[in-house]
C-alpha cells in the first residue's frame, strides 16, 4: 500500500491541461510556411528530393496529405522559400485545402456537420484499423490515450468492437491483404459513421505512393469526413483537430 | 565445407562468393549448422534472376558472418529441406519458396509467410487442424481489440488449454524490399524509416550502415555517437512501453500508467533531439542530420535522471506484488533448447539464456569502443522477458548518460561516396527487439540488384507460437506483449 501511494505521488500531474495551446519540441516539423519569392529559374530543387512527391511548382504548393514533414525541402531550397514551423494543427475535413502555398497561414478544419455534432459532439467511440501501419501511427494513437494526452477527458475514445464504434481511424497504405478485413470492419460499424484517415500513408499512400501491393479503393468509394497529416501525426495534432472539427472548447 | 567470412558491415564483390551446385550448397548449409552456426538470411541475390542464392549465419562464439553461395539449373529449383533436422530453416526456407519458387523437398510444414489465398500442392493452404473430442478452434483477427497492427491467430484448444497456435501474417505487406529497388536516395531513407515505426532508428540505423559500406563512406565518430545514443533511447522508450503493456496485461494500472508517463520522457527527448518522437528525419548518408547542444544534451540529461530514480520504485512494486509475479512467471515458457533449435533472437532469447547480442558479438558504430553489459535470464517466461526489458533500461540509461557527456567534437556528417558495382555488405544492428539484418547486392550499373531485411520478428514469432503450448489461452494477450512482435516488420 505504501509502495504505491508513493507512485501515485512519484507520478505528480502529468497531464497536459491546456491542449489547445501545448508547446512541441523547437525543432518540431508541423505546418509549412512558403515564403512570398520566385523561384530561382528552372530550379526543381525542393520537388526533387522530396521523398513522397508532394511539392509541384510554378507556385511552389505542399500537399501535405503527401508530405512526411522529413524537411529535406526546406535544405534543398536555394532561396529558403520552404521554412517548417512548429504549428500543429494540421487537421482538415477538405483533402483540397491540405494543399497549401504562400496565402496559407493556418489550416483548421471546417466545423462538422450539425448532425455529426448532435450525434457524436460529447461522445465519440473511434475503431482503428491498421491496414499497413507501420506502428508509428499506432503508438502515437496510443499516447493519445496516456496519462499526458487523455483523450478520453474529451468523451473520445478507442473501442474494441466496430459494434460500439462511431466511426473508424485508418492507418497504413491500405494494403490489399488488408482491404476485405478493413470493409467487414467498416460494415459493421452502425450509421451515422465516420471515416479519418490517419497519417500520410492513409491520406495518400504516402512513402508507398508506388507500391504494387495496395488496393485504396475503399477511399474514392466513402466519404472521408477527417484527414490527419504527418508522419506519424503528433497526438496534439490529433486531439486538437477533433475538437476543432466537434466545435468544442 | 567452402564458406566465405565476413565481418559486419563489410564491403564484398559479389564474385568473392563461389557459387556451389545445388548437393554441395545443401550439404555446406548443413555442415555449417552442425558448428553451431545460426541462419539469418536465405535469400536470392537478384531479384530479377533468382537462380543463385546466398545462405547467410551468425556464429556468435568466434563473432564472425558465413556465407554460402548456392547456383541452380532456372528448371529446378529443389533443394532437401534442413528444417528436419535444423528447425531455425524452416521459415527461411518457407520464404524463398513463396517469393522466388524455390522448392524445400521433405520440408515439414510449408506454410504462406506473406502471401493470402496461398497455393500450395494445387490446393487451398489449409490451417493446421486437431481432431477430437472436445478440441475447440479459435480465430482471432486480423483486427485485434486493441489500437495494433493486423495478424490472424488460429488456437486449437482442449479447454482453456491450447495445444497448437498458428500464426498467420502478410496482412501489412507492402512491397518495402521491392520499393528499396526502384527508390531514390532520399525516399530510401524515408522507406528504411516506415519498415517499422517503433523501430525507426534500428532500421534506419542499418541501412545507412550498409549503403555506407556500399559508397565507402566514412561515418564521423560524433556521428556514429549521436546514432548510438539514439538507439539507445529507442531502446528505453520502447522498453518502458512493453512494460507498461505487460503491467497493463495483467490489470495493474498503476505501473502501467507509471511507464507510459516515463516513456513519453524519453521519445520526447528523441523530440528535442531531431523534432519527431521516433527519431525520424535523423539518420541520412554519412552521418546525422541534427547536432547536440547545450540544451539538448542537458534535456537528455534531465529526463534520465527523473527516469533512473522514478523507475527502481516502478519496478520494485511490479515485481515484488505477488497478484503480478503469479501471472508472470512461468508463463509463456520458451526453454534454452528449444530457442537455440528454432533460432529466437534478440530479448527473447536472451530470457531464456542464450548469449545473442550483436552489440556485443558483432559490434557496430560506437559499440566497437564503448563497453556495454548485457544480461541473461534462465527462465524463458514472461517474467524474463519482463524482466530482463527493466535489466536493459537500467544499462542503457548508464550508455546514454556516459556517451551524451563524454562526447567528442567534430563533424557530424560526410558526404557520400559512389556505390561500389557488383558488391554486396551485410549489415546488422540490435534493435530493441534483437538483431535487424539487412542485405544489399549492387549489380554491375551500381544499382541495387537485391534488398533483403530480416526483422527480429521474423524468428520470433515462431517462438511465441512454441510458447503458447500448453498455456492457457486467456494468457495470449500477456504472451503476446512480452515478445511484443512488430507486423510491419515480418510483411515488409
Request: hydrophobic share 40%; proline share 4%.
Amino acid at each position: 500500500m505504501n509502495q504505491s501511494l508513493k507512485i501515485r505521488l512519484l507520478q505528480g500531474d502529468p497531464i497536459i491541461h491546456d491542449i489547445r495551446n501545448a508547446n512541441v519540441s523547437e525543432l518540431f516539423h508541423g505546418l509549412p510556411k512558403i515564403e512570398d519569392k520566385e523561384c530561382l529559374s528552372g530550379c526543381t530543387a525542393c520537388s526533387n528530393v522530396c521523398p513522397t512527391n508532394a511539392i509541384t511548382l510554378n507556385p511552389v504548393k505542399i500537399d501535405l496529405g503527401k508530405c512526411v514533414f522529413c524537411p529535406l525541402c526546406e535544405e534543398a531550397c536555394p532561396e529558403k522559400i520552404i521554412h517548417f514551423t512548429t504549428n500543429y494543427k494540421l487537421v482538415s475535413a477538405d483533402r483540397k485545402s491540405l494543399i497549401i502555398d504562400k496565402t496559407t497561414k493556418q489550416i483548421s478544419p471546417e466545423v462538422a456537420s450539425e448532425k455529426i455534432r448532435k450525434y457524436f459532439g460529447k461522445s465519440l467511440k473511434l475503431r482503428q484499423v491498421s491496414a499497413g501501419g507501420c506502428n508509428g501511427c499506432e503508438l502515437e494513437l496510443n499516447a493519445c490515450s496516456n496519462v499526458n494526452f487523455d483523450l478520453g477527458r474529451y468523451g473520445i475514445e478507442f473501442v474494441a468492437s466496430p459494434r460500439h464504434a462511431d466511426g473508424i481511424v485508418i492507418t497504413g497504405p491500405l494494403t490489399k491483404h488488408m482491404s476485405l478485413a478493413n470493409q467487414i470492419c467498416y460494415d459493421a460499424v452502425p450509421n451515422p459513421k465516420v471515416i479519418i484517415l490517419f497519417g500520410a500513408c492513409a491520406i495518400s499512400g504516402g512513402v508507398f505512393q508506388n507500391s504494387t501491393e495496395t488496393e485504396r479503393e475503399f477511399l474514392s468509394k466513402n466519404k472521408i469526413d477527417l484527414f490527419v497529416p504527418g508522419c506519424p501525426p503528433h497526438p496534439l495534432t490529433f486531439i486538437n483537430g477533433l475538437l476543432d472539427w466537434l466545435d468544442r472548447k | 565445407m567452402k564458406y566465405l567470412e565476413i565481418q559486419n558491415n563489410q564491403l564484398h564483390n559479389i564474385d568473392e562468393i563461389t557459387f556451389l551446385v545445388p548437393d554441395e550448397f545443401q550439404e555446406s548449409v548443413r555442415n555449417l549448422m552442425i558448428t553451431g552456426s545460426r541462419m539469418i538470411a536465405l535469400t536470392a541475390i537478384d531479384r530479377a534472376d533468382p537462380k543463385k542464392i546466398m545462405a547467410a549465419f551468425l556464429n556468435s562464439v568466434d563473432s564472425t558472418i558465413q556465407i554460402i553461395g548456392g547456383e541452380f539449373a532456372n528448371s529446378n529449383l529443389e533443394f532437401e529441406s534442413w528444417a528436419n533436422e535444423f528447425p531455425q530453416t524452416n521459415y527461411f526456407e518457407c520464404e524463398l519458396a513463396e517469393q522466388f519458387g524455390f522448392v524445400p523437398q521433405n520440408h515439414p510444414w510449408l506454410r504462406p509467410v506473406r502471401k493470402q489465398n496461398y497455393i500450395l500442392n494445387n490446393k487451398p493452404y489449409e490451417f493446421y487442424k486437431i481432431n477430437g473430442d472436445e478440441i475447440h478452434e479459435v480465430a482471432v483477427g486480423p483486427i485485434h481489440a486493441g489500437v495494433i497492427e493486423p495478424g490472424h491467430f488460429r488456437f486449437q484448444c482442449h479447454g482453456e488449454l491450447v495445444y497448437n497456435l498458428e500464426i498467420n501474417l502478410g496482412y501489412q505487406h507492402r512491397g518495402v524490399e521491392k520499393l528499396f529497388l526502384q527508390s531514390s536516395d532520399s525516399q530510401r531513407i524515408t522507406l528504411a524509416e516506415s519498415i517499422t515505426g517503433d523501430t525507426t532508428i534500428g532500421h534506419t540505423f542499418a541501412h545507412c550502415s550498409a549503403v555506407e559500406s556500399l559508397t565507402k563512406t566514412q561515418v564521423p565518430l560524433r556521428a556514429e555517437i549521436i546514432r548510438t545514443v539514439s538507439l539507445e533511447l529507442e531502446r528505453i522508450a520502447m522498453h518502458l512501453s512493453g512494460l507498461g503493456g505487460i503491467a497493463n496485461d495483467i490489470g495493474f494500472a498503476l505501473p502501467s500508467a507509471s511507464y507510459g508517463r516515463l516513456r513519453t520522457l524519453v521519445i520526447n527527448s528523441l523530440a528535442a533531439l531531431c523534432g519527431s518522437r521516433f527519431g525520424r528525419g535523423l539518420m541520412i548518408y554519412g552521418g546525422v542530420r541534427y547536432d547536440f547542444n547545450q540544451p539538448i544534451v542537458e534535456k537528455i540529461l534531465q529526463n534520465l535522471l527523473i527516469i533512473q530514480k522514478d523507475i527502481k520504485e516502478i519496478n520494485e512494486y511490479l515485481f515484488s506484488t505477488v497478484g503480478a509475479l503469479a501471472r508472470l512467471e512461468e508463463t509463456g515458457n520458451v526453454s534454452s533448447e528449444l530457442a537455440k533449435q528454432v533460432g529466437i533472437v534478440g530479448l527473447a532469447a536472451r530470457a531464456a539464456g542464450l548469449d545473442e547480442d550483436i552489440r556485443i558479438h558483432f559490434p557496430f558504430s560506437a559499440y566497437k569502443f564503448h563497453g556495454i553489459s548485457t544480461f541473461h535470464l534462465s527462465t524463458g517466461d514472461v517474467f524474463a522477458r519482463a524482466r530482463l526489458r527493466a535489466l536493459e533500461i537500467d544499462e542503457s540509461i548508464r550508455i546514454v548518460l556516459d556517451l551524451v557527456q563524454n562526447i567528442s567534437t567534430g563533424e557530424i556528417k560526410n558526404n557520400q561516396g559512389k556505390f561500389s558495382d557488383n558488391s554486396f555488405t551485410i549489415s546488422i544492428t540490435e534493435g530493441w527487439r534483437g538483431e535487424i539484418v539487412h542485405i544489399c547486392f549492387t549489380n554491375k550499373n551500381q544499382n541495387f540488384s537485391q534488398y533483403k531485411i530480416k526483422d527480429p520478428s521474423f524468428n520470433n514469432w515462431y517462438g511465441l507460437s512454441l510458447a503458447l503450448r500448453n498455456t492457457a489461452i486467456s494468457d495470449f494477450p500477456l504472451c503476446n506483449k512480452s515478445f511484443d512482435l512488430s507486423y510491419a516488420g515480418h510483411d515488409l
